[in-house]
């Protein structure tokens, strides 16, 4: 908590822009399959585990803490993107593809 009050929360492009960069850098591939508004869009995430994708975004927890649940899986995910596009075209979708990619989803929601 800031002293004035709680920080603001980063810009959907930059927690993208730094997500994309770590997986990078750490030897994997992160791509923008889909881009939203850059202050407050959504972020959707596609990965692959065991070659199959899966689809994950944020959601609130029963804690009251966000995180990264499973939503689509295999041939489900590009139908979910497209459904979810047409109701919220602010939201980004990313895809990581690098083993223990749930460990860099993790750490963007702690950050951010």
Do not use: C, K
């Not at 959707?44 to 959601?59: F, H, N, Q, S, W």
Request: glycine share 12%.
């Amino acid at each position: 908590m800031h002293e004035d009050g709680p920080l603001p929360r980063l810009a959907s492009r930059v927690r993208v822009d730094a997500l994309i960069r770590r997986v990078n850098s750490a030897g994997g591939f992160g791509t923008v399959l889909a881009r939203g508004d850059d202050e407050a869009g959504a972020i959707a995430i596609v990965t692959r585990d065991a070659g199959e994708e899966a689809l994950r975004a944020a959601m609130l927890g029963a804690g009251g803490r966000y995180e990264f649940a499973e939503l689509a899986r295999g041939p489900d995910v590009p139908a979910w993107i497209e459904r979810a596009r047409r109701r919220d075209p602010d939201l980004w979708v990313i895809e990581l593809d690098i083993p223990q990619a749930g460990q860099f989803v993790a750490e963007m929601l702690d950050g951010g």
